[in-house]
Nanobody
Framework: QVQLVEWGGGLVQPGGSLRLSCNAS????????MGWYRQVPGKQRELVIT???????NYADSAKGRFTISRDNAKNTVYLQMNSLKNEDTGIYFC???????????????????WGQGTQVTVSS
């Protein structure tokens, strides 16, 4: 079980920056990956960016060059730095934790994931 708490959302003008934070209730070093997803009304939740325990990252095309994910294992916290924000970045951002699972001795992402409550990001002039 992992509880996730996000904060840092808000209203920002196009071209501005925001940093989201997500604190986990257990050691994030023990998790397969953590990341951020975005959801807008009427659409499915979509991946923004993830980082594995080994430091490998996976970015949505829309996030490349503008968003950066980082982690502080000592604080059990993951950060999403968003720069050059655009109107289309607007949405609810959810923190995600994947605990991973072993299958025949190999470590894989788990189909069971944990989610935070979400934080609203609005990019508007």
């Amino acid at each position: 079980q992992v509880q996730l708490v996000e904060w840092g959302g808000g209203l920002v003008q196009p071209g501005g920056s925001l940093r989201l934070s997500c604190n986990a209730s257990r050691s994030i070093g023990s998790l397969y990956s953590m990341g951020w997803y975005r959801q807008v009304p009427g659409k499915q939740r979509e991946l923004v960016i993830t980082i594995t325990s080994g430091g490998a990252t996976n970015y949505a095309d829309s996030a490349k060059g503008r968003f950066t994910i980082s982690r502080d294992n000592a604080k059990n916290t993951v950060y999403l730095q968003m720069n050059s924000l655009k109107n289309e970045d607007t949405g609810i951002y959810f923190c995600n934790a994947n605990p991973g699972e072993y299958v025949s001795g190999t470590y894989y992402p788990s189909p069971r994931m944990y989610w935070g409550q979400g934080t609203q990001v609005t990019v508007s002039s």
